[in-house]
């Protein structure tokens, strides 16, 4: 004879979670690759190549460390701008910059793991002006407003491209009021929908990466090999597009980012955005997910999901 409780148990169907929609699983592990790649970088930036290698050999395991001295698995301010920015939209239903701007202001008055120089003197600015769009500077053509655009690709995701265009200027221009900043990261918005849609890699390399290089020949990436990006846009572009369109995994093109150097926790963020788009969740290893720390994995998943839905694309 079982106990009544055994019985119930016993004959209790299972419940499995159903599986999410193609794009939803691609927009969480664009969040997710976002968070590793950050967290995977972090570990040696400002390094140069040969240092990594002396090192590491291939640094490929989350450990944390690094000039930050961070936890294994402790993200920078590539992915808690992103959070604060996802936070902002979510609040107000939209992209909005003097949202941004207040947003971005709270997590500076946290005391923030690290935070740009760009970033920093605009902010203060807003402090004082109350005016959520920095003037425009050919001085501020930093990664900056780039490593934080994923909640914009995934809160207008399937909306007409004014719209898109509109809204990466609206969070990008708190901090980075350049052009060649604006012109990255519309780009990058615009991969991650493709990707997010289902659009292959060639094409995405042909219409968006081409037409980038086609109006900003700076961007061009299939010369020489860049190693020890700096925090330039124009390095960061160029390092993970190389990563992302010679490698055909999420891992590899991490592991191939990162070792280049330099900037490495934002390349290593922008192309986990990317690459994490591109394959999808499934694709990313295990071990990565499992040491990333785990409220920051919990926030990105929860604004994956709330950031697409708003969009109204899922």
Same mark, same amino acid.
């Given at each position: ?83 604060? &920015? #996802?936070?902002?939209? +979510?609040? @107000?239903? !939209?992209?909005? *910059? ?5 947003? /971005? ?91 997010? &849609? #289902?659009?292959?890699? +060639?094409? @995405?390399? !042909?219409?968006? *990466? ?5 109006? /900003? ?98």
């Amino acid at each position: 004879m079982f106990w009544t409780g055994e019985l119930i148990a016993r004959n209790a169907p299972v419940r499995r979670r159903a599986a999410r929609p193609p794009r939803v699983e691609r927009a969480l592990a664009a969040y997710l690759g976002l968070a590793i790649g950050d967290a995977l970088g972090a570990t040696v930036e400002f390094m140069t190549p040969q240092e990594i290698r002396t090192q590491y050999g291939v640094h490929d395991e989350i450990r944390g460390g690094g000039w930050l001295r961070l936890k294994a698995g402790q993200v920078t301010d590539d992915t808690t701008m992103s959070l604060a &920015l #996802g936070d902002a939209i +979510l609040g @107000v239903g !939209r992209v909005d *910059a003097l949202a941004a701007a207040h947003a /971005f202001d709270a997590w500076m008055r946290g005391k923030p793991v690290d935070i740009g120089n760009t970033v920093r003197r605009n902010l203060i600015a807003f402090r004082r002006s109350g005016d959520p769009q920095a003037p425009a500077s050919e001085h501020d053509a930093g990664n900056g407003a780039a490593m934080r655009i994923l909640p914009v690709a995934l809160a207008t995701c399937g909306q007409p491209p004014e719209t898109v265009i509109s809204a990466c200027r609206a969070q990008a221009h708190v901090t980075h009021h350049n052009t060649v900043s604006d012109a990255a990261c519309e780009t990058l918005v615009f991969m991650v929908q493709d990707f997010l &849609l #289902g659009g292959d890699a +060639l094409t @995405v390399e !042909r219409e968006r *990466a081409g037409r980038l290089v086609g109006d /900003f020949p700076v961007f061009t990436w299939d010369r020489k090999p860049v190693e020890n990006p700096s925090g330039y846009i124009v390095d960061t572009i160029q390092a993970v597009f190389q990563s992302l369109f010679a490698t055909e995994c999420f891992e590899d093109c991490l592991i191939d980012v990162v070792n280049r150097g330099g900037d490495a926790d934002t390349t290593g963020a922008i192309a986990g955005m990317l690459a994490g788009a591109r394959y999808g969740l499934a694709d990313i290893p295990k071990r990565w997910l499992r040491n990333l720390d785990e409220t920051t994995r919990a926030r990105c998943e929860k604004q994956a999901e709330a950031l697409l839905q708003l969009s109204g694309s899922c």
